[in-house]
């Protein structure tokens, strides 16, 4: 009987320890703001130009002999493209709400 005491002592020691864990998980997911919870803007005409500005500096890197910063310039470039062409679908495409 003497072999009991320190098991049950564990057990519950690991129950205690397994409820605060979950406890505080719990909390902080129902504490945590949703993902979606801002609205994401932006700003078409700066992204187009900001790729224009990227473009401009792939062409003198090229020039001034480092192709691989201009082939990672030009890589950022078509990024922002991509990322101005992907809002203004988003814009184009988008529905009004129901209620409005």
Same mark, same amino acid.
């Given at each position: ?32 703001? *949703? #993902?979606? +919870? ?7 005409? %700066? /992204?187009?130009?900001? &790729?224009?500005?990227?473009? $401009? ?9 480092? *192709? #691989?910063? +201009? ?7 078509? %990024? /922002?493209?991509?990322? &101005?062409?992907?809002?203004? $679908? ?11």
């Amino acid at each position: 009987m003497r072999h009991t005491k320190p098991a049950r002592r564990t057990l519950t020691a690991l129950l205690a320890t397994t409820l605060l864990a979950g406890g505080v998980l719990f909390g902080q997911t129902v504490t945590a703001e *949703p #993902a979606a +919870a801002k609205p994401i803007t932006c700003n078409v005409k %700066a /992204l187009r130009a900001e &790729a224009h500005k990227e473009r $401009d500096r792939a062409a003198r890197l090229k020039r001034d002999g480092a *192709p #691989a910063e +201009a082939r990672k310039a030009l890589a950022h470039a078509d %990024a /922002l493209e991509r990322r &101005a062409r992907q809002c203004a $679908d988003a814009d184009s495409n988008s529905k009004p709400p129901i209620w409005k």
